[in-house]
Structure formats: C-alpha cells, structure tokens
C-alpha cells in the first residue's frame, strides 16, 4: 500500500543552522501539507501546497519557513535559520483531493540546540 | 477561529469493551467536515473515520462510529468491542469547506485497551 515517507527521522541541529526536512508523499496526490507538533501540545497546521504553489500558510509559517516540490516526488520544508521553539514534530501529509483523507508520514524530530 | 477540544487525556477500558472518546468544536460555519484520527505508539496517524457535516447520518466504519450532534458542536467517537490494537493516541479534527483544506486538531486522548 503506499505511504507517505519523511526523512531524517530525527534530526539535531545548531540554534542559527538551516535545515531541511524531505517528504515524499503518495506519487498520484496533488495536495501537500506540513504540520508540527511541540512536545506537550496540539498538532498545528503550517502550509498547504498545490499546484506548484502555496495555498496557504499559518502565522507561524514566517520568512524562515519555505517550502518546494523540487523534482515532482520531493515535497521539503526548509528551515532558514532554526531556533529552539523550532523544537518539534514535523508531519508531512498528502492527499488526492483536498477534503479526501490526508495521509501522513511517520514524522521528523527536530531537536534545536 | 475555529477551535477542537478533547477533554479526555487518558482514558483505559478492558478488552471488548466499549469505549468513546469525546470531541466539542467552536465554529460559525456550515459546510465542514470532522475527522477521527488515531496514531498508534512510534507510528503515523491514520485515519479512522470521517463525517460530512451536511450527511445527518453518522458516519460508521466497522467497529468505529461517531455520534455527530451538529447543533450542539460534537462529534464523538465510539470504538465497540475494543482490541488491543486499538491502543493509540486518537486526534479529532475540523476542516472548514474551502479553507485550503487545513486541519484544526484537537489536543489528543490517549486509549489503553488493557488484556
């Protein structure tokens, strides 16, 4: 069955330092979504892309957050200079239509230092 | 702003046991839909079920079933014959028609279905 896959599963970073965090959604869905999740705390929406571009964005998605869908399997969230509220779960999501089910990958600890 | 609430953190039953989780939402709109999600320990969310709030009739699959009171802003899950597999943490969600297709989730209950 296909799956959503996200690497690096945890990734431990330098307060300042870029990151990048990959996702590879299911191959035939045309919606894309990153949520996170801080230990202790609601799952919170970030973006949602489609058709090449952002469809829309929280308050938290600021000038640091970026997303891309750079070779048509690849959907990354990059990080520009991470701080330790960064700290957190990262979940990518896809999903065929945009109220169908979104299917979620296994998520990225992000732990800034 | 549309809100979720879960007011169970934790909540454990006997296997084959019943068991349903509660969820309230805050929202001023009409057209939307609730979604049940469940995460079992060190694996990702699926989903469990999902409810149209137009559809009067409470959507069911197999042993899962919501209660959907849309004039009172609830949406509880009910989980019959509980398994040990059921063990998860569960995430009701909201999705406002039109809204880019962004979840609000709730905060999560934790379900321990004991042997």
């Known amino acids: 069955e296909p799956e959503v896959t996200q690497t690096p599963s945890h990734q431990v970073t330098q307060m300042g330092q870029e990151v990048i965090l990959r996702c590879v959604p299911i191959?035939?869905?045309?919606?894309f979504y990153w949520y996170r999740q801080i230990l202790g705390q609601k799952v919170e929406f970030l973006v949602s892309?489609?058709?090449?571009?952002?469809?829309?964005k929280s308050e938290i998605f600021d000038d640091q957050f970026s997303v891309e869908r750079p070779d048509g399997s690849n959907f990354t969230l990059k990080i520009r200079s991470t701080k330790l509220e960064d700290s957190a779960m990262y979940f990518c999501?896809?999903?065929?239509?945009?109220?169908?089910?979104?299917?979620f990958g296994p998520g990225t600890r992000l732990t800034v230092l | 702003a549309q809100t979720v609430t879960q007011s169970q953190p934790e909540m454990s039953v006997q296997e084959a046991e019943t068991v349903t989780l509660s969820c309230t939402y805050d929202?001023?709109?009409?057209?939307?839909?609730l979604f049940w999600y469940k995460q079992p320990p060190s694996r990702q969310m699926i989903l469990v079920i999902r409810?149209?709030?137009?559809k009067q009739q409470n959507a069911t699959e197999n042993r899962f079933s919501v209660n959907f009171q849309k004039a009172a802003k609830s949406f509880s899950l009910k989980i019959s014959d509980s398994q040990l597999g059921d063990t998860a943490m569960y995430f009701c969600?909201?999705?406002?028609?039109?809204?880019?297709?962004?979840?609000?989730w709730g905060a999560g209950t934790k379900l321990i279905i004991k042997p």
């Open positions: 969600a909201f999705m406002k028609h039109g809204s880019n297709y962004q979840l609000i």
């Open positions: 929202t001023s709109e009409n057209n939307y839909y």
């Open positions: 409810q149209e709030a137009y």
């Open positions: 191959s035939n869905h045309l919606y």
């Open positions: 892309f489609y058709n090449n571009e952002i469809s829309e």
């Open positions: 999501a896809s999903s065929d239509r945009g109220v169908d089910e979104q299917f």
